[in-house]
């Protein structure tokens, strides 16, 4: 089971930190991820983190949002900086069995997620 938290109403440029709580499973043996959804617009895979530790951050974000987990606390975390209206969207958490590279992971199926957290930028 998977948990985020953390979203909110922020104004462009400024900062959020989303967590994503989970239990029921171990989870350094998954590789984590974060997805978000915007009105009218795909899913978007933004960042992984995979069991070996290698990452993976989408165009969009990369430089300004930084993924991080702690394995013994089993809560992963999404800092996310510069923020821009573009970033407006429901956040999610997933988290994928033993999957070692995140180019590949971000292309397929992840097995567990997290219901969604708002995060509303205004300009």
């Known amino acids: 089971q998977l948990q985020a938290s953390g979203g909110g109403l922020v104004q462009a440029g400024g900062s959020l930190r989303l967590s994503c709580a989970t239990s029921?499973?171990?989870?350094?043996?998954?590789?984590i991820g974060w997805f978000r959804q915007a009105p009218g617009k795909e899913r978007e895979g933004i960042s992984c983190?995979?069991?070996?530790?290698?990452?993976y951050y989408a165009d969009s974000v990369k430089g300004r949002f930084t993924a991080s987990r702690d394995n013994a606390g089993n809560t992963m975390y999404l800092q996310m900086n510069s923020l821009k209206p573009d970033d407006t969207a429901i956040y999610y958490c997933a988290a994928k069995y033993r999957a070692r590279n995140c180019v590949a992971a971000m292309r397929s199926n992840w097995h567990s997620w997290g219901q969604g957290t708002q995060v509303t930028v205004s300009s």
């Open positions: 983190i995979s069991i070996s530790n290698s990452t």
């Open positions: 029921g499973f171990t989870l350094d043996s998954y590789a």
